[in-house]
T-cell receptor
């Protein structure tokens, strides 16, 4: 079992749709990151969470520490949101980052 | 799957010394690698893009002379923190894209502590 799992692996949506990407993890963590990767580019860190909920523009991230689960929501999706979204957790025991496999999102106009 | 390694995983050094961090793609070639930094209790920050055979591209606000990047081969990029100071203490991560879809593979990170 991977330490960090994401679902779905691939997601195609129509412009304007509400999108949810899920992340579950099995290790003890001090923080969870949502990262965005555009084709050919590096990584943009969207959120860092240790509890509760954060909002930035059309993006919302939530985390439930007890259930070891986090979700990334995109409201009113747009083609420019097309990217790979990666969940990364900071493993307290190993003291390193553990990354999820990523969710590839395509938003069609 | 593709693997990216970093060395060392942890390093402690005295102020004023230089520290080299290596990032290797173990089973694939990478003409581009990325270096990130994480400040304590902060998100990751992209520092620079390392390009094999040419100069690195630095993000705004990152000192080129402070953080020297050399992409020596298609499987190795190095980040040298020159004349390190305590404020350089941080967690440094590299990543490399692989495959047609350029999926990013991340190194495990290097924790630097400058005393």
């Amino acid at each position: 079992k991977n330490e960090v799992e994401q679902s779905p692996q691939n997601l195609t949506a129509q412009e304007g749709e509400f999108i949810t990407i899920n992340c579950s993890y099995s290790v003890g963590i001090s923080a969870l990151h949502w990262l965005q990767q555009h084709p050919g580019g590096g990584i943009v860190s969207l959120f860092m969470l240790s509890s509760g909920k954060k909002k930035h523009g059309r993006l919302i991230a939530t985390i439930n520490i007890q259930e070891k689960h986090s979700s990334l929501h995109i409201t009113a999706s747009h083609p420019r949101d097309s990217a790979v979204y990666i969940c990364a957790v900071y493993d307290n025991y190993g003291q390193n980052f553990v990354f999820g496999p990523g969710t590839r999102l395509s938003v069609l106009p | 799957g593709a693997v990216v390694s970093q060395h060392p995983s942890r390093v402690i050094c005295k102020s004023g010394t230089s520290v080299k961090i290596e990032c290797r793609s173990l089973d694939f070639q990478a003409t581009t690698m990325f270096w990130y930094r994480q400040f304590p209790k902060k998100s990751l920050m992209l520092m620079a893009t390392s390009n094999e055979g040419s100069k690195a591209t630095y993000e705004q606000g990152v000192e080129k002379d402070k953080f020297l990047i050399n992409h020596a081969s298609l499987t190795l990029s190095t980040l040298t923190v020159t004349s390190a100071h305590p404020e350089d203490s941080s967690f440094y991560i590299c990543s490399a894209p692989q495959g047609i879809k350029e999926t990013q593979y991340f190194g495990p990170g290097t924790r630097l502590l400058v005393l």
